[in-house]
């Protein structure tokens, strides 16, 4: 078999590079491990940046979102105990954040690979890229027991963190800069209506919890846990009784408890690997950087790689020069380390720490003073949190 470019990973980085690609008149296949079903299982942030917003609308796969996602003009952070809104919308003439679940950005990008007749191959194991430094890159994989061989031009490696892409890459050629939190989030999604309108991220004693929502019925909270704790230590009674401990009085009132549909356990780990490619193989989103989920920042960052490379395959193969595709790296990584920086303030801001001491502590609340009571201080907020522009390609 022969394509132009084969995407390793039918995560949303995948699937919204292969539409991208197909759009522009170039060919290309998905090899994806897991089957359709097993990717759209798994629960993930759901806060769009304005700028992913756009992405998906050019890429033709917004008509869903813009019927059910949910526009917000604000975001809140309640510091112990005291509720302050951020008013995205004023702060940034009009621009704002839509709260969609990435799990339905998936699917609608699913939906449209299939009306495209793109090729996806799901169930593929042993996938390995090969040559990726030559002229000639291939990748093989099983389907089925039987072995597969696809020759292409490029390799985006859109597997997430623990796939195979960056492994490919030789020993010596990659640079890793890593941050582990001592804390994880639990997460519960209920069918019941949300704590608020907008979404709450609190700082608390006991620890950071915030409020978020799928839609008006349907509600996604999160609790700090220690690193080494397990779900099976949280019924739902401890779940809702723990939150509410950490909201403000009158928000913990309110709350509409219910049982669980899902509930799980995510580390924090802030990842990015330098370069984002080699030879003829490019990594796309978590396959090349991870960020903690405080600011929603995972799959917006991702989605951000897929732009930039589309645009500069796009522009390789119209021109016939590929010079430019030396660039991505670079062109990724300015904007990620921005997201990287941002993640890990809000992170370290909203967190209690094990270690934090009693001066530690101060200097954290008197942090969040000086930016909510600054228009400046809020305003940095806002930008980060709605997304800093994409870089131009010139
Ligand atoms: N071969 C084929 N497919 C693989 C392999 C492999 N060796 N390893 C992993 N995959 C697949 C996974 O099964 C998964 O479907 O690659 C896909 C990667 O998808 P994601 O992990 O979702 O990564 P990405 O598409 O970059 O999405 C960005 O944003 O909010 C964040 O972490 C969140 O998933 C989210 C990400
Ligand atoms: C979510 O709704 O799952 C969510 C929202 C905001 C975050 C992280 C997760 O920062």
């Given at each position: 078999?022969?394509?132009?470019?084969?995407?390793?990973?039918?995560?949303?980085?995948?699937?919204?590079?292969g539409q991208l690609l197909s759009r522009s008149g170039i060919d290309n296949v998905i090899l994806e491990r897991q089957s359709a079903e097993h990717v759209l299982s798994?629960?993930?942030?759901?806060?769009?940046?304005?700028?992913?917003?756009?992405?998906?609308?050019?890429?033709?796969?917004?008509?869903?979102?813009?019927?059910?996602?949910?526009?917000?003009?604000?975001?809140?952070?309640?510091?112990?105990?005291?509720?302050?809104?951020?008013?995205?919308?004023?702060?940034?003439?009009?621009?704002?954040?839509?709260?969609?679940g990435q799990t339905e950005v998936t699917r609608d990008l699913m939906a449209a690979r299939k009306a495209s007749g793109g090729i996806t191959l799901y169930h593929a194991?042993?996938?390995?890229?090969?040559?990726?430094?030559?002229?000639?890159?291939?990748?093989?994989?099983?389907?089925?027991?039987?072995?597969?061989?696809?020759?292409?031009?490029?390799?985006?490696?859109?597997?997430?963190?623990?796939?195979?892409?960056?492994?490919?890459?030789?020993?010596?050629?990659?640079?890793?800069?890593?941050?582990?939190?001592?804390?994880?989030?639990?997460?519960?999604?209920?069918?019941?209506?949300?704590?608020?309108?907008?979404?709450?991220?609190?700082?608390?004693?006991?620890?950071?919890?915030?409020?978020?929502?799928?839609?008006?019925?349907?509600?996604?909270?999160?609790?700090?846990?220690?690193?080494?704790?397990?779900?099976?230590?949280?019924?739902?009674?401890?779940?809702?009784?723990?939150?509410?401990?950490?909201?403000?009085?009158?928000?913990?009132?309110?709350?509409?408890?219910?049982?669980?549909?899902?509930?799980?356990?995510?580390?924090?780990?802030?990842?990015?690997?330098?370069?984002?490619?080699?030879?003829?193989?490019?990594?796309?989103?978590?396959?090349?950087?991870?960020?903690?989920?405080?600011?929603?920042?995972?799959?917006?960052?991702?989605?951000?790689?897929?732009?930039?490379?589309?645009?500069?395959?796009?522009?390789?193969?119209?021109?016939?020069?590929?010079?430019?595709?030396?660039?991505?790296?670079?062109?990724?990584?300015?904007?990620?380390?921005?997201?990287?920086?941002?993640?890990?303030?809000?992170?370290?801001?909203?967190?209690?720490?094990?270690?934090?001491?009693?001066?530690?502590?101060?200097?954290?609340?008197?942090?969040?003073?000086?930016?909510?009571?600054?228009?400046?201080?809020?305003?940095?907020?806002?930008?980060?949190?709605?997304?800093?522009?994409?870089?131009?390609?010139?």
């Amino acid at each position: 078999m022969r394509t132009q470019v084969v995407i390793i990973g039918a995560g949303p980085s995948g699937l919204l590079l292969g539409q991208l690609l197909s759009r522009s008149g170039i060919d290309n296949v998905i090899l994806e491990r897991q089957s359709a079903e097993h990717v759209l299982s798994r629960i993930r942030a759901g806060v769009l940046e304005q700028g992913t917003v756009d992405l998906l609308r050019q890429a033709g796969v917004s008509e869903r979102l813009e019927h059910e996602g949910q526009v917000h003009h604000g975001v809140e952070f309640a510091i112990d105990g005291k509720r302050e809104r951020l008013d995205l919308h004023e702060l940034l003439d009009g621009r704002c954040v839509t709260v969609y679940g990435q799990t339905e950005v998936t699917r609608d990008l699913m939906a449209a690979r299939k009306a495209s007749g793109g090729i996806t191959l799901y169930h593929a194991s042993a996938v390995q890229p090969h040559e990726i430094a030559g002229e000639s890159p291939y990748v093989t994989c099983q389907i089925a027991g039987e072995s597969v061989r696809i020759d292409c031009d490029y390799i985006a490696g859109c597997d997430g963190f623990h796939g195979v892409s960056r492994q490919a890459i030789p020993a010596g050629v990659l640079t890793e800069y890593e941050r582990v939190y001592p804390f994880g989030w639990l997460g519960l999604l209920s069918d019941t209506p949300p704590a608020s309108e907008e979404l709450i991220y609190a700082s608390h004693a006991r620890g950071f919890a915030l409020c978020s929502m799928r839609s008006a019925t349907r509600s996604r909270y999160y609790l700090q846990v220690d690193a080494g704790d397990a779900v099976e230590n949280w019924s739902d009674e401890r779940f809702w009784e723990e939150l509410k401990a950490r909201l403000p009085e009158e928000t913990a009132a309110q709350l509409v408890t219910g049982p669980s549909l899902e509930k799980s356990i995510a580390p924090l780990r802030s990842y990015v690997v330098e370069p984002m490619q080699y030879g003829r193989l490019f990594l796309v989103g978590d396959a090349a950087h991870i960020v903690p989920p405080t600011g929603a920042k995972g799959l917006n960052l991702a989605l951000g790689d897929v732009r930039n490379l589309h645009l500069l395959l796009e522009r390789a193969y119209r021109t016939g020069n590929p010079s430019c595709l030396e660039r991505y790296s670079e062109l990724c990584l300015k904007r990620i380390w921005a997201a990287v920086r941002f993640s890990w303030w809000m992170t370290t801001a909203l967190h209690r720490f094990p270690d934090t001491d009693a001066f530690t502590q101060r200097v954290q609340d008197a942090e969040w003073r000086a930016l909510l009571d600054s228009r400046a201080g809020r305003t940095t907020i806002a930008e980060n949190y709605v997304g800093l522009p994409f870089p131009a390609l010139d």
